[in-house]
């Protein structure tokens, strides 16, 4: 036979007889399986969400931790005028200083005009 026969024959002989299973459902099997396959789903949805978020924040400290090459491109410039000597206009006598510099000669000044 190829049903599997219920510990009691005489069960088995009546359910063959009546065309359908005569036998509840094991209701707490189905209880305990269902709660399980949804704690299974819910770990899972869990675990992709850690997975989701370190993954997120690792592009994020990618992205932030070197300045995009425009950035650096842009303020090369202003960079450099803010922190080397030049020239402005030679005749006038206008001349470039570094911001630190200039900043020192101020508190200098400040301090001998007291």
Do not use: W
């Not at 992709?48 to 994020?60: E, G, I």
């Not at 070197?66 to 650096?72: E, K, M, S, V």
Request: proline letters at 5%; hydrophobic letters at 45%; glycine letters at 4%.
């Amino acid at each position: 036979m190829s049903h599997d026969a219920p510990e009691n024959p005489k069960d088995f002989e009546a359910s063959v007889a009546a065309g359908y299973e005569l036998r509840d459902v094991k209701l707490t099997m189905i209880v305990v399986t269902t709660f399980a396959c949804i704690g299974l789903v819910v770990a899972f949805a869990a675990i992709l969400n850690h997975l989701f978020v370190a993954t997120v924040d690792m592009q994020q400290q990618a992205a932030l931790s070197q300045p995009p090459a425009q950035l650096i491109e842009a303020t090369k410039e202003p960079m450099q005028h803010i922190s080397t000597y030049g020239v402005i206009d030679q005749e006038k006598g206008v001349y470039r200083i570094p911001v630190d510099r200039a900043m020192e000669l101020l508190v200098d000044e400040a301090k001998s005009a007291e």
